[in-house]
């Protein structure tokens, strides 16, 4: 059985590579498909664009897809910067800016209102139509610098609750368990178990 990735993140394909390993799945990715169109994620919600992109890449491939999308989201910031968490500074914003953009305007912001959440949600479309979600949330709070140089986007900001230690100061291994994408697909892979007939059957 088939399915395609709706992405051309090499790391992205590789961690969903490694959790579908040994499930009989042959996994697919946009380079399979050259002509399929990019998928524009311009929903206000991220299983609006998890889903839009998954919808979009069945239909172009006529095979199962997955997509995913994930950020960050501050309480006290009503949420922001959300969907917009990679360009959160500027259209080819970078980590660094993005960062500085968040820790400023969090300037003012006092300890006990410093709470955020990153989610991620993929998104596993049909050729029919159907459409199933799965979530992950990692709870935390946003501190006042950035610590540590392991993983990307927002992690040296984020500290998960109940650890002193950020995102960007954890092994990879230590933040795939704690994290909204570690959660989000584990989801998923219980999903692909229990499913898997139906999988077959398409
Ligand atoms: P996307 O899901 O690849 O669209 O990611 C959106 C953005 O959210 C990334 O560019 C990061 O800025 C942020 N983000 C998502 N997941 C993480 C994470 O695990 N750590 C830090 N930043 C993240």
Redesign the pocket.
Known sequence: MDIVLATR?KKKIEEMSRILDGMGINILTMDDFPSCPEVE?DMDTFEGNAVKKALAITKCTNKIAVA?????EVYALKGDPGVM??RYAGENAN?VA?IEKLLSEMKDIPEEQRGAR?V?CIALAYPNGKVETFFGFAEGRIGREPRGRM?????PV?YPTGYNET?AEMLPEEKDAL???GKALERFKEYIKTHYSEYKEI
């Open positions: 993140n994620e995913d999308d994930s950020g960050l968490s990679a980590d993005n990153f991620c993983g990307f986007g927002y992690d984020f995102f994290s909204h994408r």
